[in-house]
T-cell receptor
Framework: GESVGLHLPTLSVQEGDNSIINCAYS??????FIWYKQESGKGPQFIID?????DKRQGQRVTVLLNKTVKHLSLQIAATQPGDSAVYFC????????????FGRGTSLIVHP | DADVTQTPRNRITKTGKRIMLECSQTKGHDRMYWYRQDPGLGLRLIYYSFDVKDINKGEISDGYSVSRQAQAKFSLSLESAIPNQTALYFCATSDYGGETQYFGPGTRLLVL
């Protein structure tokens, strides 16, 4: 049956610290991965993506690392700010065609000033 | 203006009532999706549509139906609402590759 009221994994950090959010994916055939940020009261928004032919990709203050051997994805946020407080989701997908992304449960990031 | 809009943003209804949630997009994307979000359970796919003539069930379609009225419009209906359908509902779009999804602001639904 369905469980309700589960608590999301939570990461609490101090402003200025670096944050690392982890995600395990399930399908070894997935070749495209995305991190989304969902702020309170809003829909998820794209942050950064990475394809399976890469193991690292950097954006502005964010870095995504991909370890295909253990099917693990991480999002690193440098110099975390209070505005980074949100729920972060990873999604796995396959390039092109009729595939639908699969979303992880999410991690709640709380940044303390 | 927002690229993906949802109406209403909040809705309270009673058990047994029929309600419709609407989604419109100006991104010109062919693909549209409806998701449900419950606390701690992430996003679960209800229905999706790859073009105007295409409708597909997602993992939790029971109790829901959809209509793709045009490329830009995709509505979700609860034929007879039940309290278990209390949740946050998101519409999303993507282009042909379907890789990155763009979400609306969500509709918070409470079924009493």
């Amino acid at each position: 049956g369905e469980s309700v009221g589960l608590h999301l994994p939570t990461l609490s950090v101090q402003e200025g610290d670096n944050s690392i959010i982890n995600c395990a994916y399930s399908n070894s055939a997935s070749d495209y991965f995305i991190w989304y940020k969902q702020e309170s009261g809003k829909g998820p928004q794209f942050i950064i993506d990475i394809r399976s032919n890469m193991d690292k990709r950097q954006g502005q203050r964010v870095t995504v690392l991909l370890n295909k051997t253990v099917k693990h994805l991480s999002l690193q946020i440098a110099a975390t700010q209070p505005g980074d407080s949100a729920v972060y989701f990873c999604a796995e997908n396959m390039h092109g065609g009729s595939y639908i992304p699969t979303f992880g449960r999410g991690t709640s990031l709380i940044v303390h000033p | 203006d927002a690229d993906v809009t949802q109406t209403p943003r909040n809705r309270i209804t009673k058990t047994g009532k029929r309600i419709m949630l609407e989604c419109s997009q100006t991104k010109g994307h062919d693909r549209m999706y409806w998701y449900r979000q419950d606390p701690g359970l992430g996003l679960r796919l209800i229905y999706y549509s790859f073009d105007v003539k295409d409708i597909n069930k997602g993992e939790i379609s029971d109790g829901y139906s959809v209509s793709r009225q045009a490329q830009a419009k995709f509505s979700l209906s609860l034929e007879s609402a039940i309290p278990n359908q209390t949740a946050l509902y998101f519409c999303a779009t993507s282009d042909y590759g379907g890789e990155t999804q763009y979400f609306g602001p969500g509709t918070r639904l409470l079924v009493l």
